[in-house]
């Protein structure tokens, strides 16, 4: 028997396939990542099943005790809390393993906050990029940004409610003319699309928001944010000069990090 790897709905219970029902219902074990979420699905659609948790702190010994199992034939399903199991969640050891083992995997697919997003947002095209979570640091998220802005399609990512707001404000600084949108809640009873640029919608969210969120970044076009990180540059090599560098050092090492000229931040720090 494969292993099924099956979607599950983002948030409206009933956003779920035949396919996964039935999955679902003839499997031997259902791998799940919260077992109480994934009971909470299970009894709404009146299917009893075998459960074991599979998360990141159990991984490699859930594969290990797994793998043999697979192999003597247990038809074993694997669930996330919310969508494609893998993509942002655990999994891929597993499958990795059942595929190395000549094992049959089978993936059935399902909801995607990452393509009803691109939807919504009104942003979508021939291209996207979907780049997980946002990093949290903030010189790791300005890098995001300097580098996403050169691949010229629409970006997807997921971010918590704490971080959204230093998230956007930092785009915001980068570029705050991009197009973005905010999508909170998807396919649930308090489902909100925040749409505007990056210096509009971060104004919308000096408080906390409740419930998930993806975030849908439009392409940006040429040059998009180059001012702004010549700003962020020139505002690096005087915060050097202020700790006691010298200029000239300062905007050396400032330009060979962020691209910018060593004769223009040395020019503009004068």
Known sequence: MPLAVCATPIGNLEDITLRVLDELRAAD??????????RGLLERHGIRARLASYHEHNEAA????????????ERIALVSD??????????ARLVRAALDAGVPVTVLPGPSAVETALVASGLGGSRYAFVGFLPRRAGELAALWRETAAWG???????????????????????????VAVC?????RFEEVVRGTAREVAARFDEVPK???????????????AAADVE???AAVDELVGAGAARRAASDVVARLTG???NTLYRRTL
Not at 82 to 91: E, I, K, N, Q
């Open 153 to 179: 399609s629409t970006v997807v990512a997921f971010e918590s409610p704490q971080r959204i707001g230093a998230s956007m404000r930092s785009l915001a600084a980068f570029d705050g003319d991009r197009e």
């Open 82 to 91: 919310a969508g494609m199991p893998l993509v942002s969640d655990p999994g």
């Open 232 to 234: 962020g540059a020139v």
């Open 29 to 38: 074990l259902v791998l799940a990542e919260d077992t109480r979420h994934t």
């Open 260 to 262: 910018a000229s060593r």
């Open 62 to 73: 859930r594969v290990a005790e797994l793998l043999p199992r697979l192999e003597s034939g």
């Open 184 to 188: 909170r809640e998807l396919t649930k």
């Open 211 to 225: 419930g998930e969120i993806t975030l849908v970044i439009a392409a940006g076009g040429p040059g998009a944010g």
